[in-house]
C-alpha cells in the first residue's frame, strides 16, 4: 500500500535523477534548442547527460536528457517551456 503524504508536493523525493524525453523532427538546430531551454533551468550539461535516437525512417529524433531535479516547480517550468518550442512535437 502507498501511503502519499497531502504535504508534500510530489510522489519524488527532490533532489533525484529525473529523465526528460523529447521528440521533435530531426533538424540541425533542435539538440541546441532543446539543451538551451533544459540549461536555463538548471545550468551548463554534460555531454554524458544527453541520449540522441533517430527514429527508423530518420524523420524524428528523441533526446533523452537526464538532470538532476531540485523541485516539481523547476521540472514544470522545464516542461513548459519546451512544450512552447516550436521545434518540439512532444515532451514526456
Known sequence: MITINPTSETPFNFPCD???KVFGKDCETLQHTICAIVER???KLHPNQITKKRSSKGSYVSFTIRIIASS???LDAINQDLQDCHLVSYVL
Do not use: T
Open 18 to 20: 529525473y529523465p526528460i
Open 41 to 43: 533551468h538548471i545550468g
Open 72 to 74: 516539481r516547480v523547476q
